[in-house]
């Protein structure tokens, strides 16, 4: 039942792959009109089998029990679907208007990789079978869930923040980056997480070398890291509040002047021995007028998040609008619909089995 509760969580996203369900038994009918563009009722009713299949509900007692623990009426779960079918219907006749569409050679080729992972052709269908597509739904799916994001690509392109946007979000995170340290790091794997002498005697004779002035700390990174990725960049770890790090490692840095080695440290309790050289510390201007004022990755990271934030925001006015001004016809639920089942008959079910539960809690409590 957990799954259900999942899947009814993710409806948004997944809307896009439902188009694809295979067929089953349903009333004729259109389910709702969106500018003249008719939804069918047996797609409404194919996409709430595909929830009933995927969360093993197909039998009317598991159903009417999952309608009576989430508080909801077959009607309600139509609306719901109905409710995502408009939206993306109206993503299509909106994208048109944008001029966005998807790249079909970009289609074809998601296609076929989604293809090339299940070897062969008789296990591609065995699994368009079992999850209930096939294969022209299957590609609707994804171009739906291409368009989408060509939708989300235009916006990202055209809705450019300006300079007051960037320094209105600045001024309420600058006192989160006030103090930051920026390292760089060379790291050695113990064998074992409690037998750190063979890592912690390499880490001297690399810090040796660094004292003595015979290799610099990036190249010693880079000859002797063992963490291959940071080995690559010459040990830059970046700055504390963007890339995250133990307490164990800031107070190490904390304890060192800009251009200071430390000496090697276990850091954490996997065994990892470290040395670590302080590159940068950033203390917040008092008088922050710029973001200009802001490391590169600090302002990187404030252009980054406004940015998506306004485009976020003009898709979500765009959207919106597109539901306010469009012709939108929802018809009544039709008797008969296989998954229009009496709520109320199994309400005292599931009642019963809550209070046996909480009666056998009660007496393993008092037993114990």
Do not use: H
Not at 66 to 71: E, N, P
Not at 189 to 217: M, N
Not at 268 to 275: A, D, H, L, Q, Y
Not at 310 to 318: H, P, R
């Amino acid at each position: 039942m957990k799954k259900a509760f999942q899947l009814m969580a993710a409806i948004p996203f997944a809307c896009a792959l439902a188009l694809g369900l295979a067929g089953c038994d349903a009333s004729a009918g259109t389910a709702a009109t969106v500018n003249g563009i008719e939804i069918p009722e047996q797609a409404i009713t194919d996409d709430v089998q595909g929830l009933r299949e995927a969360s093993d509900m197909l039998d009317a007692d598991s159903w009417g029990a999952y309608l009576v623990q989430t508080a909801q009426s077959p009607a309600d779960i139509r609306e719901q679907y109905i409710s995502m079918r408009v939206d993306r219907e109206l993503v299509r006749q909106g994208a048109a208007g944008l001029g966005v569409k998807v790249d079909q050679a970009a289609l074809d080729e998601a296609v076929e990789s989604a293809k090339a992972g299940y070897g062969t052709e008789a296990g591609w269908q065995a699994w368009l079978e079992s999850a209930g597509y096939t294969e022209e739904g299957y590609r609707a799916s994804q171009e739906d869930l291409l368009l989408n994001q060509a939708v989300g690509e235009y916006f990202a392109e055209n809705a450019k923040p300006s300079d007051a946007d960037f320094m209105e979000y600045a001024s309420t995170v600058i006192d989160n980056y006030d103090g930051a340290l920026r390292s760089s790091k060379i790291v050695f794997y113990s064998a074992e997480p409690d037998k750190t002498d063979v890592a912690y005697a390499k880490a001297q004779e690399v810090l040796y070398l660094i004292d003595r002035g015979r290799l610099s700390f990036a190249e010693a990174a880079r000859l002797f890291s063992e963490d291959v990725a940071g080995a690559e960049v010459g040990g830059d770890a970046g700055w504390d509040v963007l890339s995250g790090c133990s307490e164990t490692y800031r107070q190490v840095l904390e304890s060192l002047d800009v251009g200071d080695a430390s000496e090697p440290f276990v850091d954490g309790e996997g065994g990892v021995v470290c040395i670590v050289q302080l590159d940068g510390r950033f203390d917040a201007p008092r008088n922050f007028t710029s973001i200009s004022q802001l490391p590169d990755e600090f302002r990187e990271a404030v252009v980054s998040t406004v940015s998506s934030q306004k485009a976020s925001e003009a898709q979500s006015v765009w959207m919106a609008d597109l539901r306010s001004s469009a012709a939108i016809a929802v018809n009544n639920m039709p008797a008969g619909l296989p998954y229009d089942v009496d709520v109320q008959r199994y309400a005292g079910s599931v009642a019963g089995e809550s209070a046996d539960g909480a009666q056998a809690d009660a007496g393993r409590g008092g037993s114990e």
